[in-house]
């Protein structure tokens, strides 16, 4: 039963949530109505979907993080929509960085009451469970789903607040071959839709800047040996060897590459650039070369001051995606203020319209979801961090489409 909250409705009838569907809900719900309609405060919830266990779970609990900061940020506020206060809930769901149970969560979700959702991390995970948010109208803003396909299906409920892989695959292919000077160039993809789609938009975007592609190879994402695929790339004797895939690979992936006594640079995108590749990898991963999807966080308006909050709050280091995450958030409860509603029939339309200035720069979405304007910035490991090199100017929105 696709249920949801109808804000306008509660205020009018304070002691009932109207179902999507138009059947009653289960007694246990309207005791919960009764008693939230009964303190004078509606309950609005949030979906944040991450994989929290398994090998990208660093991943998915700094991204979870990102929504929880700005959820409870909003609650300190102090919301009213309808002209009844707001308390949001984040309502979290582990979703492995597997299709299929990203499917369950985004069942669950929309079974739960769940008005909205932040992710998935993962574009595998996020395009299958973004058909099921279409079908019930809930809004969906990811804050690290890189894929292009995610906004090519028509969806308008679909958006994201970072750039795509075929913009990222064009940066670092320019940077490669016209900065690096790499002629000679093998790929290496986990076969998800994350790394292959980036490798698949690496590989044209090189041959196309006038470097060769020697060799393509292919490991899974949850490979930890990788002697058999970079011993048959070393006899091409590549310049520079791309990885499109995770850092749980990456790191082991660049020590059995030194080990193997090659000298190709390394490179990687957003999934390579974050502080567990450089523990992963260690003195091998020195040199290394990413991409974010996204200005350099030293580049983004507020995230000296968003770095403050977060390592107060949670007494961690942010990974990656923590700042886009919580202004994925920050998206969706402006939208409803906008509305002053919590119903998505409401507020999905103003998600479109949104002009927010947020910690990774200004919002705004082209027609189909993209973020407008979606910059790509490059980095090198440094002495055991990743450093600024330079910042990749906005694609044009055609791009991104």
Known sequence: MNKIINASLIAAAAASLVACGGQDQPAAESSAAAATAASGELTVKIGSANPLTGPFAHWGRDADNGVQLAVEEANASGVTLGGQKVKFEVVSE???????????????????????????????????ASRIYSDAGVPMVAGSVTSPKFTQQGYSNTFRIIANDLQQGQALAKFAVEQLKAQRIAVIDDRTTYGQGL??????????????????????NSATDFMAILTSLKGQNPDLIFY??????????????????IKAAFMGADGVNTPEFA?????????AYASSAGAPKEAMPGFASFNDKFKARFKTDIQAYAPYTYDAARVLIDAM?????????????????????GVTGAIAFEPNGDIKNGAVSLYQLQAGAWKGLTAAAPAQASAAQ
């Open 337 to 357: 203020k906008r509305a002053d509603s919590a119903d998505p029939k409401r507020f999905l339309p103003e998600i479109g319209k949104t002009q927010l200035q």
């Open 244 to 261: 499109g895939g995770m850092d749980a690979q990456a790191g082991p992936m660049v020590k059995q590459l030194r080990k193997l006594g």
């Open 279 to 287: 523990k992963l990898g260690g003195k091998d991963a020195e040199g």
């Open 199 to 220: 490798a698949d938009d690496f590989a044209k975007s090189v041959e196309a800047a006038g470097g060769k592609v020697v060799k393509r190879e292919y490991t899974t």
């Open 94 to 128: 582990d979703d492995q960085a597997d299709p299929k149970t990203a499917t369950q969560v985004a069942q669950r979700f929309i079974d739960s009451g769940v008005v909205a959702v932040v992710g998935h991390l993962t574009s595998g995970a996020a395009i299958p």
